[in-house]
């Protein structure tokens, strides 16, 4: 494509090769007299948004727009997957603007899960983070839980400002904003955007009623994601689809559990006890002795023990140990982005590990 187009909608320039990235349209659209890219097209005439994905340095600028303005922030969160999904850098922009926090996804959590639990515990967890959320709901976007009391709130702490709604890829932005906009619009309405003024960026507004716009940003890759680490492909192993069904192991001390190939629990010591697992019902674990774990890793990673697949191994990141001993009763270890272990007793002493880059943490137990 040698000559420059734009699309009518958000000034971006066009693309014609890659569907994922910004500014693209099918190579057919050009014939056509006004050009718009497939986003806005989505949102024109089908009211819904999808997701683009954009770099550090873009996510800056954005943030710094942000810090700029009078507005509401609406920050989503995963809560399967709390910590990679976080955006590290939002406090540091916000300045006085009000922040409310979504934890999207809350279908897949087992019943055992207490929703006040996990509100006080997203609550704690933001403000070590450096984030003073007004407020924090659990919503299934895709479920369409809760979305009406998130609408509610949205309008009465905006006081008549501007939306910014940000996430960062895979958290259900997409999904969370098309239910809010059925709930503001209703059915059928059709919404224009236009382009953020000032900037380049792939920021789009959605008008509201009174004038002011609900603004999409895009979603930012945060590397430390395990969604980043497993083939397309894959995704669907990893990331629950249905409430996860708990799993409890009784294990001896010196015994290891592996999860696909992509993280590893050692059971140092502390007797024997339970250890009731949370991941995603199609995640295979695969339970050995500590001092074949090793070898076992070596020779089946890619084939019994996987995702990763076996065509991924030479970029797939190594298994990095992080050794915990367990303080309390009712402790959850995280595998971030993959699931979490419950342990009832204190007194355990146990190792994670996950691809390096990745987090593993403890917390106390949400159950
Ligand atoms: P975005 O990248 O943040 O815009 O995320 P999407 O809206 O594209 O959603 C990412 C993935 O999460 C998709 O596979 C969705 O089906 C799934 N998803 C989104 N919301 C929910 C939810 O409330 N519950 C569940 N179980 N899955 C969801």
């Known amino acids: ?153 949205i309008d009465e702490y905006r006081e008549g400002k501007n939306v910014y709604v940000v996430g960062c890829t895979n958290v259900g932005k997409s999904t969370f904003i098309n239910r809010i906009l059925k709930e503001v619009t209703g059915e059928g309405d059709v919404i224009t955007t236009s382009h953020f003024p000032g900037t380049t960026l792939d920021i789009i507004e959605i008008p509201l009623a009174d004038g002011k716009a609900l603004v999409d940003t895009p979603g930012i890759i945060n590397h430390h994601q395990m969604a980043h680490f497993v083939d397309k492909r894959d995704l669907k192993i990893i990331t629950p689809k249905k409430e996860i069904k708990p799993k409890v192991y009784q294990l001896n001390e010196a015994q290891t559990l592996f999860f696909g190939g992509l993280a590893r629990f050692d059971y140092i010591s502390g007797g024997r006890r339970a250890f009731t697992c949370h991941f995603s019902n199609e995640i295979n674990i695969h339970r050995t002795k500590m001092e074949n774990a090793d070898s076992l890793y070596e020779k089946h990673v890619g084939e019994m023990l996987t995702p990763p697949r076996q065509e991924q191994l030479d970029h797939f990141p190594e298994l990095v140990k992080h050794e915990f001993t367990i303080k309390e009763a009712k402790t959850d270890i995280v595998f971030s982005g993959l699931g979490w272990i419950t342990v009832n007793e204190p007194g355990a002493k146990v190792a994670a590990y996950v691809p390096k880059g990745v987090h593993a943490m403890l917390r106390k137990s949400l159950i």
């Not at 999904?85 to 300045?95: A, I, N, Y």
């Not at 279908?107 to 450096?130: A, F, T, Y």
């Open 1 to 153: 494509m040698s000559e420059k187009y734009s699309c009518i909608g958000c000034g971006v320039n066009i693309q014609t090769e890659n569907r994922d990235e910004i500014g693209y349209a099918p190579p057919s659209s050009l014939d056509k007299e006004t050009i718009i890219c497939q986003r806005c097209f989505r949102l024109k005439h089908y009211n819904e948004v999808q997701d683009v994905s954009l770099t550090d340095d873009d996510f800056l600028k954005i943030l710094n727009e942000i810090g700029k303005s009078d507005a509401l922030i609406v920050k989503i969160v995963d809560i399967f997957d709390f910590n990679g999904s976080w955006l590290p850098g939002l406090h540091r922009f916000v300045g006085n603007n009000k922040i409310l926090l979504i934890g999207n996804k809350v279908d897949l959590l087992p019943h055992s899960v207490k929703p006040n639990k996990l509100i006080n515990w997203m609550k704690q967890e933001s403000k070590q983070l450096g984030l003073r959320p007004e407020e924090v709901f659990l919503v299934s976007a895709a479920r369409g839980q809760f979305i009406r009391e998130v609408a509610a709130a």
